[in-house]
């Protein structure tokens, strides 16, 4: 029976994430798998991948074979790598401490890369939001000012139109004041011609 290591999908659509397995290679996608090896999210930035780094390169080294994305992930952390220094071991090329020295030595730089990485990309990220958020501080800015400069033009309209009313309402009593003392003076007379 052919076994191959490959990913079945999980999770909802447009956010996908995959269970790193081990399989008949008859199997569909997403069908009956031997054993489960790890998960892989792609959605992340980085990708994560979980690993169980001793059962993955106990199947590789029983003969399972990794599709091309198995590959690559396996690659990435290592397995492919530590197989083929095993293999040097069983030929005699190496002796197992120096073999465990050059793993390590890569595990290492290899770490050291992917953390540059995940630190450029933060920065990155942080540069982003930064950028957003003085973007958006100018633009609160600007709509200040200019609910500033409407609030004072009504507010300028506002005591316009209060003067005009206290105009109107002063002339209106000028003229109350002055058509009154003529009503009096006519009733006076009036009165005066009676007696």
């Given at each position: 029976m052919p076994v191959k290591i490959k990913l079945t999908r999980r999770g909802r659509k447009k956010q996908p994430f995959y269970h790193i397995v081990v399989a008949d290679s008859r199997a569909p996608r997403d069908g009956k798998y031997i054993e489960k090896l790890g998960?892989?999210?792609?959605?992340?930035?980085?990708?994560?991948?979980?690993l169980d780094f001793d059962k993955a390169l106990s199947w590789v080294q029983k003969g399972a074979q990794p599709t091309e994305t198995c590959r690559?992930?396996?690659?990435?952390?290592?397995?492919m790598y530590k197989k083929h220094l095993l293999r040097g071991v069983e030929k005699n090329a190496l002796t197992e401490e120096e073999a465990e020295r050059k793993f390590n030595e890569w595990l290492?730089?290899?770490?050291?890369?992917?953390?540059?990485?995940?630190?450029?990309?933060?920065s990155a990220q942080k540069?982003?939001?930064?950028?957003?958020?003085?973007?958006?501080?100018?633009?609160?800015?600007?709509?200040?000012q200019e609910l500033a400069k409407k609030n004072a033009e009504e507010a300028a309209e506002e005591?316009?139109?209060?003067?005009?009313?206290?105009?109107?309402?002063a002339e209106a009593k000028t003229e109350e004041n002055t058509e009154a003392p003529e009503e009096e003076k006519t009733e006076d007379s009036t009165e005066n011609k009676e007696e």
């Amino acid at each position: 029976m052919p076994v191959k290591i490959k990913l079945t999908r999980r999770g909802r659509k447009k956010q996908p994430f995959y269970h790193i397995v081990v399989a008949d290679s008859r199997a569909p996608r997403d069908g009956k798998y031997i054993e489960k090896l790890g998960m892989y999210d792609p959605t992340r930035k980085p990708a994560t991948i979980d690993l169980d780094f001793d059962k993955a390169l106990s199947w590789v080294q029983k003969g399972a074979q990794p599709t091309e994305t198995c590959r690559a992930i396996l690659s990435y952390k290592g397995v492919m790598y530590k197989k083929h220094l095993l293999r040097g071991v069983e030929k005699n090329a190496l002796t197992e401490e120096e073999a465990e020295r050059k793993f390590n030595e890569w595990l290492t730089e290899k770490e050291q890369k992917i953390n540059a990485e995940r630190d450029k990309i933060l920065s990155a990220q942080k540069a982003e939001e930064e950028k957003q958020l003085e973007a958006e501080k100018k633009l609160n800015e600007e709509r200040a000012q200019e609910l500033a400069k409407k609030n004072a033009e009504e507010a300028a309209e506002e005591s316009a139109e209060t003067e005009e009313k206290a105009e109107e309402t002063a002339e209106a009593k000028t003229e109350e004041n002055t058509e009154a003392p003529e009503e009096e003076k006519t009733e006076d007379s009036t009165e005066n011609k009676e007696e």
